[in-house]
């Protein structure tokens, strides 16, 4: 069984940063680990998503050279790093771990954490 446990969230200016942390217990070496996030009125969708290997790193293009996934094997913790936050950024983030590899549907995760809120304010 794996667990998953989200922190890093608040409220922060537009340009500002956060850095979002995702707690892991169990094991979860085999697994993928993704980033979502969920606007009011909006579907869950893809943010980031990377293999504990480092080597399958995949960004949506709204987050590209903004946001960065990196994760600490020594903690069993995956992070997004989130720089020049916009306001469209403003969602419930979600941790995901799955056994199917990188994949951009949310249906394809095992697991799940309970999410963290981010408000951007312009």
């Known amino acids: 069984q794996v667990q998953l446990v989200e922190s890093g969230g608040g409220l922060v200016q537009a340009g500002g940063s956060l850095r979002l942390s995702c707690a892991a217990s169990?094991?979860?070496?085999?697994?993928?680990m993704g980033w979502f996030r969920q606007a009011p009125g909006k579907e869950r969708e893809f943010v980031a998503g990377?293999?504990?290997?480092?080597?399958?790193?995949q960004y949506v293009d709204s987050v590209k050279g903004r946001f960065t996934i990196s994760r600490d094997s020594t903690k069993n913790t995956v992070y997004l790093q989130m720089n020049s936050l916009k306001s469209e950024d403003t969602a419930v983030y979600y941790c995901?771990?799955?056994?199917?590899?990188?994949?951009?549907?949310?249906?394809?995760?095992?697991?799940w954490g309970q999410g963290t809120q981010v408000i951007v304010s312009s």
């Open positions: 995901a771990a799955g056994r199917r590899g990188v994949s951009w549907a949310s249906s394809l995760y095992d697991y």
């Open positions: 990377d293999t504990w290997s480092g080597l399958n790193t």
């Open positions: 169990g094991r979860t070496f085999n697994y993928a």
